[in-house]
Nanobody, 119 residues
Framework: QVQLVESGGGLVQAGGSLRLSCVAS????????MGWYRQAPGEERELVAR???????NYADSVKGRSTISRDNAKNTVYLQMNSLQPSDTAVYYC?????????????WGQGTQVTVSS
């Protein structure tokens, strides 16, 4: 099966930085797009940033200019560098991977990592 393991969340003061990582594993997996979503209490899950297998990226307006998504295809890993964090960035961050596993295309989610930004 496909597993996503996230790391890098935590508590940070406003203006600080965090780097999230997500490693995807699974035999015979071919990864396409990778991305990060977040969900704040009482809110819907929203896209933060996404990167295609070719390296094209897109960002939510709320994080554009403050965040950078990147990936290491050799390690099946996606990163999200977040700078100038604000209390409004507080949420659970989820890794999402679009992949073909054993010949079947699907979308996979990590368990989530908490990011809390204090004012």
């Amino acid at each position: 099966q496909v597993q996503l393991v996230e790391s890098g969340g935590g508590l940070v003061q406003a203006g600080g930085s965090l780097r999230l990582s997500c490693v995807a594993s699974g035999s015979r997996i071919s990864i396409n797009a990778m991305g990060w979503y977040r969900q704040a209490p009482g809110e819907e899950r929203e896209l933060v940033a996404r990167i295609t297998s070719g390296g094209s990226t897109n960002y939510a307006d709320s994080v554009k200019g403050r965040s950078t998504i990147s990936r290491d295809n050799a390690k099946n890993t996606v990163y999200l560098q977040m700078n100038s964090l604000q209390p409004s960035d507080t949420a659970v961050y989820y890794c999402n991977v679009q992949a073909v596993w054993r010949g079947v295309a699907g979308a996979y989610w990590g368990q989530g990592t908490q990011v809390t930004v204090s004012s």
